[in-house]
Nanobody, 127 residues
Framework: QVQLVESGGGLVQAGGSLRLSCAASGRTVGNYHMGWFRQAPGKEREFVGAIRWSGATTYYADSVKGRFTISRDNAKNTVYLQMNNLKFEDTADYYC????????????????????WGQGTQVTVSS
């Protein structure tokens, strides 16, 4: 099993940037495809993006393409979500999730395909 802890959330003004971190313990994140999801108040859980276990490829939801970037540093056992040009509609709780690198396609947009979840970090964007 792997434990995930998100950090880096906060309150920012529209147009600003935040960098979220997902720190893993128990097992190296190199064993997992990693995804980011978010859930806004009153909304369903929404896929943000995913990164292959090796970091070689990434995939993003249309709503964040060109603004958000996922990266990983397996040596540091950490995955990142760089968020630029934030909009008020980006306001949500952001979650890091993991699924086995041996489970097939890394870019699942389905929350139930992920086996491990962090507790989330809140991002609030003011306009």
């Amino acid at each position: 099993q792997v434990q995930l802890v998100e950090s880096g959330g906060g309150l920012v003004q529209a147009g600003g940037s935040l960098r979220l971190s997902c720190a893993a313990s128990g097992r190296t994140v190199g064993n997992y495809h990693m995804g980011w999801f978010r859930q806004a108040p009153g909304k369903e859980r929404e896929f943000v993006g995913a990164i292959r276990w090796s970091g070689a490829t990434t995939y993003y939801a249309d709503s964040v393409k060109g603004r958000f970037t996922i990266s990983r540093d397996n040596a540091k056992n950490t995955v990142y979500l760089q968020m630029n040009n934030l909009k008020f509609e980006d306001t949500a709780d952001y979650y890091c999730a993991a699924r086995s690198r041996y489970s097939g396609n890394y870019a699942s947009q389905l929350w139930y395909d992920y086996d491990y979840w962090g507790q989330g970090t809140q991002v609030t964007v003011s306009s």
